[in-house]
């Protein structure tokens, strides 16, 4: 019988015939899925050469439950299926066409059949398909639930009917695929989705390191995404380290910075063994090959002795500031029985630290505090001043910090990983789901990205030239900063001025009181230097500095006083990574893409298609051909 007569009739008959066995059984389980029973596969036999001779469908129904013949009876036992139905359909291959013939065929079933509306919950009409499977696997990446998920597709198919498989069916299939994931063992696993993702790109970037029983200690990774982020905002970064995020307790550290949105953006992350240095060698180490040798000129971090052991040796030329939110809590922790309520030993700390910006002032109220409070022998905090050119502002006040004074931005981030993993997370796991933070933050950059294309600035004075140069360059929020200065100029006033031939030096203070500033302006080059450090410190123009730019004429912004990060156009340019090829964001796979929009528009032709049998055989043999044909 001609194949394209099937799909008409609609029920099989004996001396049909197919061209394949998955015809047959495609066929068979159409007319189980009209009917309401469900299609088992029975026996096959093969010959010699593995070509299936003949095969028997039957319903699943079939046979009998056998009795339990065990000592004592199970607690829970599962509910009887099976009836003894006969109902079946048998092929055999004739060698003279080489086709399956329906060789016999029982149609009546000894059971009640499904109704049209349970049809799709029926065993052999459920099936998760490829792309099915890839979206249930992207939604899981992003934190949905089995639920969510399950749900969403339904949404997006029309109703759970037409999903084509049941919740418990998901749970099998991505259960399978984290089995399938760790079929090499997790540090195997580990080390093919790292080449996964090298094939995926070739610039990302990963490296393990092996003990003496070559066990892996430390893993390090940095993606495409991560080697252009520090390309353009490496010249400050801060190292922390958190733990409970896998299921091994091993140390996380990540590499963080600032954008030109003062947002968070990631440079590299680490898995570490322990917290020694050697393993801080190792990850700081691998970080900078990672980025083709460049240092960063500033690193935070804790108070930790092992990373600054290792920072000095790798990174001798990096400024090495410590974190002032670690110093605060370490000082509570060391001290925090040195004074009783209204005592005003952490206001005199907290002095040293934020506000000082000469170092006499720093010295004598430091002097002060100790003698104050009787610390003269506390080993602490002797040990904290000796290393005050790391935290002290007046000490720190010429260092490049784009800002930034503590690892709260790792301690942010940490924050967010933890929210994202759960420690039963293999590693495979754990990095997917790292992937999910660093990618939400990359996504807070696009939405900041579209905003600033999107709003005008809020000029505050609007004919002012220098106001209005700076909203044309700088990202909104370094804008804000920067106007806040310039709202600082209007308030100042200048004590006095004393010229050179070359040099012109201004007394700038507040006209309610306040410090009194120096800025020195050079009449040549038309650059300028003020005592308080903000530029070389923040690199936005202080108060001070815009006051004698106002004085002496210059309505905008001179071009060396426009720091690129800052800017709207900070990511401009080229970045290539350890091979001197040039890197380009990770290809995202478009698959879930299209499937969103070829869903509706198919929802769209089954809902017309049905409304009629002729259409609806019409679009099933279209949709078949072209299903034959891809394949």
């Known amino acids: 019988m001609d194949c ?101 065929l029982v149609l009546e079933h000894n059971h009640e059949l499904h109704i049209a509306q349970c049809a799709h919950m029926m065993p052999s009409q459920r099936k998760v398909s490829e792309t099915q499977g890839f979206q249930a696997e992207i939604s899981e990446d992003a934190g949905l639930s089995l639920k969510q998920s399950h749900e969403l597709m339904g949404k997006e198919a029309g109703g759970m009917g037409n999903v084509g498989y049941t919740r418990e069916d998901l749970k099998r299939y991505l259960r399978t695929r984290r089995e399938r994931s760790l079929k090499y063992g997790e540090a195997g696993s580990m080390l093919n989705y790292f080449q996964e993702q090298t094939l995926e790109n070739p610039s990302f970037f990963h490296a393990v390191q092996l003990d003496c029983e070559e066990q892996i200690t430390n893993i390090f990774w940095a993606d495409a995404g991560m080697l252009i982020d520090y390309k353009f905002f490496g010249d400050v970064v801060t190292f922390d380290t958190t733990y409970k995020t896998n299921k091994e307790y091993r140390p996380l550290g990540v590499f963080v910075g600032f954008n030109q949105h003062r947002q968070i953006v990631i440079f590299g992350a680490a898995l570490m063994y322990d917290e020694t240095i050697d393993s801080f060698k190792w990850v700081f180490g691998t970080f900078l090959a990672a980025m083709c040798g460049k240092r960063p000129s500033t690193i935070l ?170 909203s044309e360059m700088y990202s909104p929020t370094v804008f804000v900063a920067f106007q806040n200065e310039y709202g600082e100029s209007t308030a100042m006033v200048i004590l006095r001025q004393q010229d ?94 299209r499937y969103r929009e070829l869903a509706p528009a198919m929802i769209k032709v089954a809902t017309r298609a049905a409304m009629s049998e002729d259409t609806s055989k019409v679009a099933i043999t279209v949709i078949s051909d072209f299903s034959r044909k891809r394949h």
């Open 4 to 104: 394209s007569k099937l799909a008409e009739d609609g029920t099989p008959e004996l001396g049909m015939e197919f061209n394949s066995e998955e015809d047959a059984y495609q066929f068979y389980n159409k007319y189980a899925f009209k009917m309401g029973f469900s299609v088992r596969k029975d026996y096959l036999n093969k010959d010699k050469d593995g070509v299936t001779t003949s095969r028997r469908y039957s319903c699943c129904k079939e046979g009998v439950k056998r009795k339990y013949e065990g000592d004592v009876m199970p607690k829970r036992t599962r509910a009887p299926t099976k009836t003894g139905c006969g109902a079946k359909m048998v092929i055999v291959l004739f060698r003279g066409t080489m086709k399956y013939r329906v060789h016999d």
């Open 301 to 470: 971090t804790d108070q930790d002795h092992a990373m600054a052991a290792a920072l000095s040796v790798v990174m001798p030329e990096t400024f090495h500031g410590l974190c002032t939110f670690h110093i605060r809590r370490n000082f509570m922790k060391h001290l925090g029985n040195h004074y009783k309520e209204n005592s005003d030993l952490p206001y005199m700390f907290g002095a040293c630290m934020y506000e000082f910006e000469e170092v006499e002032q720093f010295n004598r109220v430091w002097e002060a505090m100790v003698k104050k409070h009787n610390l003269e022998n506390n080993e602490w905090l002797f040990g904290l001043y000796r290393i005050r050119d790391k935290w002290a502002r007046c000490m720190m006040k010429e260092r490049w910090t784009a800002g930034m004074r503590s690892t709260q931005l790792s301690e942010s981030l940490n924050a967010a990983i933890k929210n994202h993993l759960k420690l039963d997370h293999d590693l495979v796991q754990f990095f997917r789901h790292f992937n999910r933070v660093v990618d939400e933050k990359r996504h807070n950059e696009l939405i900041a990205e579209y905003e600033m294309r999107q709003k005008l600035p809020m000029v505050g004075l609007r004919q002012t030239p220098m106001l209005v140069h700076a």
């Open 500 to 593: 050179a031939a070359m040099f012109v030096e201004f007394a700038v203070m507040r006209y309610d009181g306040g410090p009194e500033r120096t800025v020195v302006f050079n009449r040549n080059d038309l650059s300028v230097r003020c005592s308080c450090k903000k530029y070389e410190n923040e690199g936005i123009l202080c108060g001070h500095a815009l006051k004698v730019f106002d004085t002496v004429g210059i309505k905008i912004i001179p071009p060396e006083y426009i720091k690129r990060r800052w800017t709207k156009r900070a990511r401009a340019g080229d970045c290539f990574d350890r091979r001197g090829q040039e890197v380009v964001a990770d290809p995202k796979v478009m698959i879930s893409t």
